[in-house]
């Protein structure tokens, strides 16, 4: 490879990293979201998983088994998501965002794990993962006993 496309290349790549990470402080409000985004967006993801718990029970009932039923359908999810996203005031984009974040950011996760605790009064999976443990760990030592 010629060295001048060699340094184009280089060139291109080095632009395009810069373009696509954010500044660090811009970085710092793209990866945190406070308390009260969580909540929102668990609020949010609660009522989204409503909907889609409701029209996936009608696009498997008999009825529905036709392509227009089916169409329409799907068509009445993606209106109800957009209403449901409209409502709470967050663009598709920001409800990726949260979603991503609260995905790959094991604190994040943990706040919006007990804010979902919170919010529908079941316990989290933390809170299950430490009965559980404890529960072992009692057995263990009424049978070591």
Known sequence: MPRASFHAMVASFVLVS?????SSAQGQNATQLSRDEIVAYAKVELDLGKVRDS????????????REAQEQL??????????????????????QRRTYLVS????????????????????????LQATSAGASAAAAARGAG
């Open 74 to 95: 799907q068509e009445k999810l993606r209106t109800r998501i957009e209403e449901i996203l409209h409502h709470a005031g967050m663009a598709e984009k920001e409800y």
């Open 55 to 66: 029209v996936h029970a009608e696009l498997a009932q008999a009825r529905n088994k036709t």
């Open 104 to 127: 790959t950011d094991p604190e994040q996760r943990k706040v919006y794990e007990e804010v979902l605790g919170e919010l529908t009064g079941q316990p989290t999976i933390a809170q």
């Open 18 to 22: 810069l373009a696509a990470s954010p």
